[in-house]
């Protein structure tokens, strides 16, 4: 089964109400409120506001919603937060993790998503930072303009263009160009964010940005894409099925904790099975036989399947595989789910299980809609524009992300111009879409001053800040980046 792995690029839960595309976008408006964040009382105002950014003769209405304290001056950093897509709005940040309430997820998998209550959220950073929503045109309740073709920004340059128009305006609006600039993307968003910030520190600005929060990250997309000859892909994957299936109690862990388990299999990864694929046919028969049943230890996965398979198992193989016999399959976004195929689907790995949480997102932005903007209608709040599927965007000189693009080269470039420049690495360990693996593998072959990288893990998957524990560790991270801390 040697399937394209399902990857971030594809749009999360793009529900979408019929009445989105009449209804009217919401007026600016403003409100004062109060919270504890981090364990400090903060006075702060919801803002919700239309900027107009043109690019050449495109143009687009963006509609930004921001948390900012009272009395905030140019000291203050600020956040610009987004999702990815492409494109997305930025309701999973906003109402998982960010915002100044959150949806609260059980830690019961299958406990009923209709009940997720939305509940205040201490873990927002507004004690350290101001936080600022970016919805690209086409998504939230941001629009091209009449006249502008929805398409111009479809590309990863114009795309982040629009955002660096955007933080450009919302700056000097509030008079804050001065302020410390930190983005997180996640998903696609993490290309958006390596775009933007060479646009702004070395090619088109001199605006200075401090750093880059990536979760999720897709810059070395071609890695954990899994094709069959690339065989550094199967190596940066292991950690992650090797997660999934000591979740799901079907790893051989040898009376190991986790992270010492997973530090095991991850120098395995990258010296006996490395070496093992890449002697292919070619490989002994019982050393290819010995190498499988230590990946059925680590992966669950039957060994018999991983020699039928030439020893590269697949994140959607093994989703497939691993609860097989109870006729289940795995999350993509979130393996820790498991559900039965769903039979209009083309294959059992096109079965998502984990999209079951999506609805409470969109419950979450429309309470904070409610209770921190007063807009009472949100519909025409859209999850996502449909911009025809990945091979209609423009990725930088082709119509697949599957290529070698310079996105490393674009953080190695704004690292050389600014030296204070840092990058934090974030994945959730059960994520099939974007692998912790991967992530490592980009890091060792950026050219990136190690001493200003710091890669961080997470239990969970795609949104590990569904997890109230990964939550409070995601914040407490976000709050050492923008605090400039290790």
């Not at 899994?226 to 940066?236: C, E, G, L, T």
């Not at 950026?446 to 893990?457: D, F, H, I, M, N």
């Amino acid at each position: 089964m040697k399937t394209l792995a399902s990857t971030c690029l594809l749009l999360l839960a793009a529900w979408l109400p019929a009445a989105a595309l009449q209804a009217a976008t919401p007026a600016d408006a403003q409100r004062e409120h109060t919270g504890t964040f981090g364990g400090t009382p903060v006075r702060y105002a919801s803002r919700i506001e239309t900027i107009r950014v043109r690019d050449g003769e495109a143009a687009a209405d963006l509609v930004v919603m921001s948390h900012v304290a009272a009395g905030a001056d140019a000291a203050r950093p600020v956040l610009f937060a987004f999702n990815g897509g492409p494109i997305s709005a930025s309701l999973y940040l906003h109402a998982g993790a960010l915002g100044p309430r959150r949806v609260a997820f059980p830690d019961d998998l299958g406990a009923d998503p209709a009940g997720f209550e939305v509940v205040p959220n201490p873990y927002a950073i507004l004690d350290v930072a101001d936080v600022v929503l970016f919805d690209p045109a086409g998504t939230g309740f941001s629009r091209v303009v009449e006249g502008t073709d929805p398409a111009h920004f479809h590309s990863i340059q114009a795309d982040a263009r629009q955002l660096v128009l955007m933080i450009e305006a919302w700056s000097r609006r509030h008079g804050r160009e001065a302020s410390p600039k930190y983005l997180l993307g996640e998903s696609y968003g993490t290309l958006r964010a390596a775009a933007a910030a060479h646009q702004m520190q070395v090619r088109d600005a001199p605006m200075r940005i401090d750093g880059v929060f990536l979760l999720g990250q897709a810059l070395n997309i071609i890695e954990y894409a899994q094709r069959d000859a690339n065989i550094v892909s199967y190596v940066v994957s292991l950690p992650t099925v090797a997660a999934i299936a000591w979740h799901h109690g079907r790893a051989e862990t040898g009376g190991l904790a986790f992270e010492p388990w997973l530090d095991e299999v991850r120098e395995w990864a990258r010296t006996e099975y490395l070496t093992a694929l890449f002697q292919g046919q070619f490989l002994p028969a019982d050393e290819k036989r010995r190498i499988a049943r230590r990946l059925q230890a680590y992966t669950g996965v039957d060994a018999e399947v991983l020699l039928r398979e030439d020893l590269k198992l697949t994140k959607d193989e093994q989703r497939v595989e691993l609860l097989r016999d109870q006729g289940l399959v795995l999350g993509v976004y979130d393996a820790r789910y498991a559900g039965p195929p769903d039979p209009a689907r083309s294959s059992p790995a096109a079965t998502d299980p984990s999209g079951v949480t999506a609805p409470a997102f969109r419950r979450g932005l429309e309470d904070l809609l409610r209770t921190q903007f007063g807009v009472e209608d949100a519909s025409a709040y859209r999850n996502a524009a449909d911009v025809g599927g990945i091979d209609a965007w423009d990725w930088g000189g082709g119509r697949s992300p599957f290529g070698d693009w310079p996105y490393m080269d674009w953080i190695r470039e704004v690292m050389a111009a600014n030296p204070d420049f840092r990058v934090v690495m974030a994945h959730g360990h059960h994520d099939t879409a974007t692998t912790t693996g991967a992530s490592d593998y980009a890091v060792a072959h950026s050219g990136w001053p190690l001493e200003r990288v710091r890669s961080v893990y997470y239990l969970g998957g795609h949104m590990p800040y569904t997890i109230e524990a990964s939550l409070a560790q995601f914040a407490d991270d976000l709050r050492a980046f923008v605090r400039g801390t290790p």
